[in-house]
């Protein structure tokens, strides 16, 4: 069970960390993909970033 929360807590931070990381990426000039990609990219990661983490969160919770 421990590894499955490590799991999961550990790929929140890499979704939200990869978030960020198209977020700077939207103000460097020159950067390929669209503006709206990037940022609907940073907000879906984000938002499957923040799933994980509450559900790595109830899963400690329930342990």
Do not use: E
Request: aromatic share 14%; proline share 5%.
């Amino acid at each position: 069970m421990d590894g499955v929360i490590f799991g999961l807590f550990t790929l929140s931070m890499v979704l939200i960390f990869g978030a960020i990381y198209n977020t700077m990426s939207i103000k460097r000039p020159g950067f390929y993909p669209p503006k709206q990609v990037l940022k609907r990219r940073a907000f879906v990661l984000a938002l499957a970033g923040l799933i994980f983490l509450l559900l790595g969160m109830f899963v400690t919770a329930l342990r």
